[in-house]
């Protein structure tokens, strides 16, 4: 099966156990909004409490916040989000299909690419134990060629979009021969600019309205709130502000489910440092936000990272952390070093003063700014695609697994009475009630014990315990993990324990 039908399938595996809607599905739809379903919020508050508690809990110098989607628009002029949060956009004439001129550049890249490859992987074979890649990449007509080309385009496209050049990207997709994947034609109107921000009014019609907008970053309700929590928390630099909340973005290529969404998620920290000791924390949450990652379970090998060569104007260092998710790797977050851009911007704009007394060198400044920013969504897919198996077992079964890292698994133990009378129903019940306190505990009777399990594997049920007759006698019930599937006799009175080994917040983070 290739990624694609795989990712397919996940897709469809998603919806059918109540992870994740399409939005306004009975009216057909609304493109690139999701709802989450039952098990999909649960899962994605398990994901928000490992972010929330891996940088506010555990760290006493970072605090969180919960600051409001509208904003005063003036906060969107400083931050520079109305005059240049846009996108490139280029219709095709005759499939009246919008792309983003970028993205038309990049899957151009990425198609020489996958030829390279191709040529490569043809002289791997024919030359065996003989091939030397290095210099087959130097040699080879056919790579050097295609080689050029890739590189031309690319500096072609990064000089225009540097420059704000749209005829200039206009000309490389002509140049390019690049044509409409639904028309097939090359028939492109001028490239435009499109600003993403979704606005709306406040007020109502007898008072003045005004427009506003919803907020494309949840970052700036941080800097506005800069001095509030700096001077009410005592916060001493170097300290940071986290927060998790919606942001709203008019994209214009919505595709591959929730990786890119117009209403989303994301779960941001602001940490404010002394001018020139900027670089220093950008490198230090690097690593921290790499091992938060891998401290996830999902393979170490899923993530690199992606260093800017091409810095926003404020940013003097930036990072993306990519992550191998079924249609490659792209962008799950953003490490930025932002300098005192934002804080700078909003003193300008609103006349405040935004500056730090800073008691141990005597002086006021505008703090610097590294941040980290996180798409939580994007995080949903990365667990899901990863955790995601179809798997064929020995007796010749089949079984869909997903394989979650047990702590953010939405169902963390399954109750099954392994018949629905004789008092074994009554006797799950009140194990049930009880753990229900520590766990999210889901109790199931209906169907035979294996549709159960093969259940509660779809769903990443870390562990089912299963209670039979024995167990009103000897109060033992059977435990399974999910993975190994292996089941083992325990007391009532060990459970707590034994799936607490398994789920415990604690123990994962302190794999950090
Ligand atoms: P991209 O280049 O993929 O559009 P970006 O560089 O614009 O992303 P940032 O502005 O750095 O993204 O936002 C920080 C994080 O927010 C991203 O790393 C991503 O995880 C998430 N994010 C951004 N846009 C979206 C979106 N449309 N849907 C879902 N998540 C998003």
Not at 74 to 84: D, K, L, P, Q, T
Request: one cysteine or more; aromatic letters at 10%; glycine letters at 6%.
């Amino acid at each position: 099966m290739t990624q694609e039908d795989v990712f397919k399938n996940l897709i469809a595996h998603a919806k059918e156990y109540g992870f994740i809607f399409q939005s306004s599905e009975i009216y057909d739809g609304l493109s690139a909004v999701y709802d989450y379903g039952q098990l999909g919020a649960e899962l994605k508050n398990n994901i928000k409490r490992y972010w929330w508690d891996a940088m506010v809990r555990l760290h006493d110098n970072i605090v969180g916040i919960d600051s409001a989607i509208f904003m005063h628009p003036s906060i969107w002029e400083a931050s520079g989000h109305v005059g240049a949060f846009n996108d490139p956009l280029i219709d095709n004439k005759d499939s009246k299909k919008r792309y983003r001129a970028d993205v038309l550049l990049e899957d151009y890249l990425e198609k020489i690419e996958e030829k390279i490859n191709k040529e490569v992987e043809k002289g791997r074979k024919k030359f065996a134990d003989g091939f030397d890649e290095a210099q087959f990449r130097t040699t080879n007509p056919n790579v050097v060629r295609n080689v050029q080309k890739q590189e031309e385009v690319s500096r072609r496209m990064n000089d225009a979009l540097r420059a704000n050049d749209l005829a200039a990207l206009k000309q490389l997709i002509v140049d390019c021969e690049i044509a409409c994947p639904v028309s097939g034609s090359r028939n492109w109107t001028d490239v435009r600019q499109f600003n993403l921000m979704f606005s709306t009014q406040i007020g109502s019609v007898s008072e003045e309205a005004n427009v506003i907008y919803l907020r494309p970053e949840t970052a700036q309700g941080i800097f506005v709130n800069f001095l509030n929590v700096q001077k009410t928390g005592r916060m001493k630099i170097p300290f940071g502000i986290a927060q998790i909340g919606k942001a709203f973005r008019n994209e214009i290529v919505a595709r591959q489910f929730i990786f890119r969404m117009r209403e989303f998620e994301q779960m941001e920290m602001q940490f404010f440092v002394r001018p020139g000791e900027e670089l220093k924390w950008f490198s230090h949450w690097k690593d921290a936000r790499l091992r938060w990652h891998k401290s996830l379970g999902l393979g170490d090998e899923k993530y690199r990272f992606h260093d800017h060569e091409k810095l926003a104007h404020y940013a003097n260092a930036a990072t993306d952390i990519e992550f191998a998710f079924p249609f490659g790797f792209k962008e799950l977050e953003g490490i930025h070093s932002r300098t005192d851009f934002d804080l700078s911007r909003h003193q300008e704009f609103s006349g405040r003063k935004q500056q730090y007394f800073d008691p141990e060198t005597n002086e006021s400044y505008v703090p610097y700014v590294v941040e980290t920013s996180i798409g939580l969504d994007r995080t949903v897919l990365a667990v899901l695609s990863s955790a995601y198996s179809e798997e064929k077992l020995d007796n010749g079964e089949e079984r869909v697994v997903l394989r979650l890292p047990a702590v953010l698994a939405p169902v963390k133990l399954a109750v099954l009475p392994l018949v629905k009378k004789d008092g074994l129903p009554e006797k799950a019940r009140d194990i049930m009630n009880d753990l229900k306190f520590d766990f999210n505990c889901q109790y199931d009777e209906k169907d035979s014990i294996g549709k159960r399990y093969r259940r509660q594997d779809a769903i990443g049920t870390p562990c089912c315990v299963t209670i039979d007759h024995q167990s009103l006698d000897d109060n033992q019930v059977t435990i399974r993990e999910r993975d190994s599937m292996q089941q083992q006799r325990v007391p009532i009175a060990q459970l707590r324990r034994l799936v607490e080994e398994q789920v415990s917040l604690r123990k994962w983070l302190e794999r950090m």
